[in-house]
């Protein structure tokens, strides 16, 4: 069962553009809601996230926009530059003694110059 | 201060050989993970250790996988018998054990390919 849906699978954007990603979930028992940016043979780095006590979060040039009622979230960047083109996977989190995240299938996003 | 590494990072093993993956996390996190990644996939848990102990492997998919950190540090992932299905990243993470501290760090994972 596939209890967090990300969308769209890719994107292509331009430079200076604004890229959104969204991602739905099903357990409202999520507590912590992570985007991760992968570059090809890397492993996920963390780039924010967010608690479900607040609707909006902004580091730099990402933000994350958070929808509890809709049990919705969204990845917003902002000012997109080439080096930006990457996968982005959103993520959930239970918390207490359940640490393990449960992820998104990811979206590929290109941000041509 | 140094990520997490893993090693090797590459690894090519004919149906039904035996693999050991490494996993040394960040110094002082208490909670590793490992994760295997499909191409074109998100990461998917397989087992969470807290300090030495597994707390949970219920991703683990079949009874050929094993992990182990006997010393609450280094882990190592073993996967027995390997099969095509097992063609994959493994990813590891780790973290901090604090109340609501749930960021985890990745390392740059293992390539595992079954000829």
């Known amino acids: 069962q596939q209890q967090v849906k990300q969308s769209p699978q890719s994107l292509i954007v331009q430079k200076g553009g604004i890229p959104i990603i969204n991602c739905a979930y099903e357990?409202?028992?999520?507590?912590?809601f992570p985007w991760y940016q992968q570059f090809p043979g890397k492993g996920p780095a963390l780039l924010i996230a967010?608690?479900?006590?607040?609707s909006e979060k902004k580091e730099g040039r990402f933000t994350i926009s958070f929808n509890k009622s809709a049990k919705q979230f969204s990845l917003h960047i902002m000012d997109s530059q080439p080096g930006d083109s990457a996968t982005y996977f959103c993520?959930?989190?239970?918390?207490?003694?359940?640490?393990?995240?449960?992820f998104g299938s990811g979206t590929q996003l290109t941000v041509l110059p | 201060g140094a990520g997490v590494s893993q090693s090797p990072r590459y690894k090519v093993a004919k149906r039904g050989q035996d693999v050991a993956l490494r996993c040394d996390p960040i110094?002082?996190?208490?909670?590793l993970f490992w994760y295997q990644q499909a191409l074109g996939q998100g990461p998917e848990f397989l087992t969470y250790?807290?300090?030495?102990?597994?707390?949970?492997k219920s991703g683990l998919p079949s009874d050929r996988f094993f992990a182990e950190r006997p010393e609450g540090s280094v882990s190592t992932l073993k996967i027995q018998r390997t099969q095509q299905e097992d063609s994959a990243v493994y990813l590891c993470?780790?973290?901090?054990?604090?109340?609501?501290?749930?960021?985890?760090?990745f390392g740059p994972g293992t390539r595992l390919t079954v000829t």
């Open positions: 993470a780790s973290s901090l054990l604090s109340y609501r501290n749930y960021e985890q760090y």
């Open positions: 250790f807290q300090n030495e102990a597994q707390l949970d």
């Open positions: 110094s002082g996190h208490v909670s």
């Open positions: 993520a959930a989190l239970v918390g207490g003694s359940a640490r393990q995240l449960t």
């Open positions: 357990n409202t028992a999520f507590d912590y």
């Open positions: 967010i608690r479900p006590d607040v």
